[in-house]
């Protein structure tokens, strides 16, 4: 069973960047699919960024250009670099793990198990 622990969320200003990270613990997730999520206060969690073992990514139409997501498979880490934030960008941020071998795929349907999240507030 892998453990998932998000870092970096914290309080921004409108256009400032931020870099989230994800660490794995209890096995190598060097072949999984791996994802970003985030829910806003009062909506339902979106799935914003994927990434697969050939590092191919996938990302929400809103989000694309200003969210980059990552993986460091040395240090079994995953990251969300986000540029260019705004308020609307508020939200707890949470990663995910999906199967092996999986193409990058939004969508919680494609993942098992979630961190426990990291909150990002933009102010205006």
């Known amino acids: 069973q892998v453990q998932l622990v998000e870092s970096g969320g914290g309080l921004v200003q409108t256009g400032d960047s931020l870099r989230l990270t994800c660490a794995a613990t209890?096995?190598?997730?060097?072949?999984?699919?791996m994802g970003w999520f985030r829910q806003a206060p009062g909506k339902e969690r979106e799935s914003v960024a994927a990434?697969?073992?050939?590092?191919?990514?996938s990302y929400l139409d809103s989000v694309t250009g200003r969210f980059t997501i990552s993986r460091d498979n040395f240090k079994n880490t995953l990251y969300l670099q986000i540029n260019s934030l705004k308020p609307e960008d508020t939200a707890v941020y949470y990663c995910?793990?999906?199967?092996?071998?999986?193409?990058?795929?939004?969508?919680?349907?494609?993942?098992?198990?979630w961190g426990q999240g990291a909150q990002v507030t933009v102010s205006s």
């Open positions: 995910a793990v999906g199967a092996q071998w999986a193409p990058a795929s939004l969508g919680s349907n494609f993942f098992d198990s």
């Open positions: 209890g096995r190598s997730i060097d072949t999984n699919l």
């Open positions: 990434i697969d073992w050939r590092d191919t990514t």
